[in-house]
DNA sequence: CTCTCTACATTAAACGTTTTACCATATTAT
DNA sequence: ATAATATGGTAAAACGTTTAATGTAGAGAG
C-alpha cells in the first residue's frame, strides 16, 4: 500500500509552496499560467487527491447533507416506491452542486440526529414527519440548515417543501362527485382521526375532501372514514369494510399501493371496477398505469419535489436564504379506468 | 451563532489533558473512574461533540462506505422497487457498525469515482454492474475494499455477493414444464443474445433456464427469447411478441415488474392467465403478491442481500477478510396463482 | 535613480483530533 | 530500605488542508 500523497509533496516536487498548489486546485487566489501548468502536472503524475476530510476541518463544510426517511426499516416503509423516486430527485439535485448525500434511516423513537453534528453535515432534508413529533424539535435544535418535505410544519420559521395535497385530493373528490358519485368512502390510514390535524399531509388530502363535499352540498358522513394503513395490506383488508359500507359507490385511498390493495379485495369479491365501485389512487407511480384497470390517480412530480428541497436547502447553506420559505407543488390528476359513471349522474 | 465547542474547551473547564478527554471519549488508555465521571460531567453541561472530520483526518478512517446504483437517473432505475429494499438492507447493516453510507448514483460513461478518494470512504458497494464495464475497472483501480452485488465477475479476487440465479431459474423453469409446459417463452431484456455472458446475472438466469430445459429433454429454442427491457413497458410489450409464438403457454420474465407488464399486455388481449398463459417473474417484490391473479415468482431474501455486503465489505476494512470471496444465496420458488397446468401433463 | 504599483508567491498559524513516548506517584516484591 | 511494577496522567507532534499577512521582483512614473 503506497503511501498517501499529499498537498506538500506536490509542492516539494515542483518546487513551489504549498500555499500556492492550494490556489491552484481550488482555482483561488493569483496564479501565474506557468505555474498552474507546472503544478497541474505534478498532481497527475503524482496522483494526488485532495482530502476532504482535511479540507473540511479547516473550512468548516462538508458538502455533504444528510437525509431523513422515516424508518426505513424492513418491513415499514421499504414498501412505498415513493421514497426511491424522491431520493433519486434529492441525490440527483445534489450531485449537480458537488454536494454528496448521507442517506439513514431512521427510528423516530431513538434516533438523536446525533451524527449531523458528529459528521458536521452541511444541511438535513427531513421527509415526512408530523407535527409534533420528536424529530422535529431535534432537527431544529440542532441549529443547522434544514427542509421538511411533505411534513406540514406549523412553524412558519421552517423551510418546508410540499404537494398541493388539499387541492389535489379536492380534485379527486370533485371528480368522483361529477362522475355521479355521491357516497364517497376514504381510506385515511390508521390514526385516530380526532388527531387528524397532527398528520399534517393526511389531515390536508382529507381538508381537500371536505371541500369538494361541501361544494356539492353533501353532508360529510364519518362512517365512511376507513381506518387502516395506507399499505398493500391496508387497502386489501379495507375492501372488507369497503362493501359492508351501505350506498357507497367509491372510495378515494390515499395512497397508489393501498389502492392497489383495494382492486385486489374488490376483486376477490367479485365486484367490478368501475362498475360497482370507483377507485383512485395518490401519487401516480409508475406502476398505476399497470395495473388492472388501470388507476386513476392524483399525481405528482416526486423528482422535482426532490429538486426543490435540495435548492432551497443549498441557499440556506450559501447563506442567501429563498425568501420564500415554503414551497407547494401543484397536483394534477389522472383519469384511467379504475373510475366510472356513479349512480347520481345527473344530480347537477 | 455559538462558538464551537472542542475537545480543548472540555479539557480546559475539566483540568485535565485533552490526551485524557481524547481517551474518554474513545474509552481508550487509562484513566481513573473518577476523572472519567469529571470529564463526562463537563462534556454535557459543556455540550460537546466529537468533530468527526478533525478524526477522520489523524485516523485515516472515515466509517463512512460509498453505496453506488447504476444511473439512479429519473426515469432509468427507479422503476424497480428492488434497489430501495436493498439499500434498505445496506442501509441497516451499516447503521448497526455506526457506519454511515453515502449514496449517488452513476452515470456509467461518466462516473470516474474520484469521490472515494477524496472522501476517503472507507470502503465501496457497487450494485449490478458487469463483467467489462468500465465501473469495475476504475473501482479495483482505487485499491479500495469493496464488494460487487449481482455482478457476477470473473475476476474471483473480487468480493462478491449474488443470488444464484442459475438455480432460481432452474426451479422456476423446471416447475413450468412439470407443470405441463413445454414451449416457455423468455423475457430476457434488451440485449444481444451473443454478448449474453457479459450480463453476469441474465446470463446465470438463461443458464438456469437452459439446464431445467434439457433436464426434461426439451430442445431450446432461441425463438422464444423475447429481447425486450425488463421494465414495466418491456413486459408490455412483450404480451404483443408472445400472443405471436406458436405453441407457446406460458412466459417466464426476469423481474417481477415486467411481469405485471406482461399480465396488464395478456388482458388486454383478452388472454386468461393462467388459463391460455401460465406467467412467472423474478424478485417477489412486496406488490407480486397483490396483482390480480397474484404472481408466481423466484423468490429472494432482497435484505439479506445487503446485509451480507455490508458484513463482507466491514471485514474487509477491518483487516479480517473473509475467506469465502464470493457468497451465493440461495433463491426461491413461490406459487401463486399466474401458473397453471399446461397442455402436456402427463408427460413426464 | 527612487518610488509606487502590480502580480506572484511564500510563511506560518490554525482547524480538532489521536497517539507515542514519557513522567509521576503509588503499590508490591525483595 | 530499595528496586520493580502498576496505574493514571501529560506534552507534543502529526494528520492535510486553507488563509491572512507578508514578502519580493519587475515595470512604469516621476
Redesign the pocket.
Known amino acids: 500500500m503506497k503511501?498517501?500523497?499529499?498537498?506538500?509533496?506536490?509542492?516539494r516536487e515542483a518546487?513551489?509552496?504549498?500555499?500556492?498548489?492550494?490556489?491552484v486546485?481550488?482555482g483561488?487566489?493569483?496564479?501565474?499560467?506557468?505555474?498552474?501548468q507546472k503544478v497541474r502536472k505534478v498532481i497527475d503524475e503524482l496522483g494526488?487527491?485532495?482530502?476532504?476530510?482535511?479540507?473540511n476541518?479547516?473550512?468548516?463544510r462538508t458538502d455533504l447533507i444528510g437525509v431523513v426517511v422515516p424508518t426505513m426499516k424492513p418491513g415499514r416503509l421499504q414498501d412505498n416506491p415513493f421514497y426511491w423516486d424522491l431520493l433519486a430527485g434529492v441525490e440527483e439535485g445534489a450531485r449537480d452542486r458537488s454536494f454528496h448525500i448521507i442517506l439513514t434511516g431512521i427510528d423516530e423513537a431513538t434516533e438523536t440526529f446525533s451524527f449531523v453534528k458528529e459528521r458536521r453535515l452541511d444541511g438535513l432534508i427531513v421527509v415526512g414527519t408530523n407535527e409534533g413529533s420528536q424529530a422535529v424539535q431535534r432537527v431544529t435544535g440542532l441549529g443547522v440548515p434544514a427542509v421538511f418535505i411533505d411534513s406540514y410544519l406549523k412553524d412558519s420559521g421552517l423551510y418546508q417543501v410540499n404537494l398541493d395535497d388539499r387541492q389535489g385530493s379536492y380534485r379527486a373528490t370533485s371528480y368522483l362527485i361529477e362522475q355521479g358519485h355521491r357516497r364517497i368512502a376514504l381510506l385515511i390510514g390508521d390514526i385516530p382521526m380526532e388527531r387528524i390535524a397532527y398528520y399534517g399531509v393526511l389531515h390536508e388530502r382529507w381538508l381537500g375532501y371536505r371541500d369538494a363535499l361541501e361544494e356539492a352540498g353533501i353532508p360529510y358522513d364519518p362512517r365512511l372514514m376507513i381506518k387502516l394503513p395506507t399499505s398493500l395490506a391496508g387497502g386489501y383488508k379495507a375492501a372488507d369494510q369497503l362493501v359492508e359500507l351501505p350506498d357507497v359507490t367509491a372510495i378515494f385511498s390515499f395512497s397508489d399501493v393501498s389502492a392497489m390493495g383495494v382492486l385486489k379485495g374488490l376483486k376477490e369479491k367479485n365486484k367490478s371496477v368501475p362498475g360497482e365501485y370507483s377507485v383512485i389512487g395518490f401519487d401516480n407511480l409508475f406502476m398505476s398505469e399497470y395495473t388492472s384497470p388501470s388507476l386513476t390517480t392524483v399525481s405528482q412530480n416526486i423528482i422535482e419535489k426532490g429538486h426543490a428541497a435540495v435548492r432551497m436547502l443549498l441557499n440556506q447553506i450559501d447563506g442567501e436564504p429563498l425568501s420564500e420559505r415554503r414551497i407547494v407543488l401543484p397536483a394534477g390528476l389522472v383519469v384511467r379506468e379504475t373510475t366510472g359513471p356513479g349512480p347520481h349522474q345527473s344530480s347537477e
Chains 1, 2 share one sequence.
Not at 494526488?48 to 479540507?55: G, S
Open positions: 503511501q498517501e500523497v499529499s498537498i506538500v509533496d506536490v509542492a518546487g513551489v509552496s504549498i500555499a500556492t498548489v492550494s490556489n486546485v481550488n483561488k487566489g493569483r496564479v501565474s499560467t506557468k505555474t498552474i494526488y487527491t485532495p482530502n476532504l476530510p482535511a479540507r476541518l479547516k473550512t468548516k
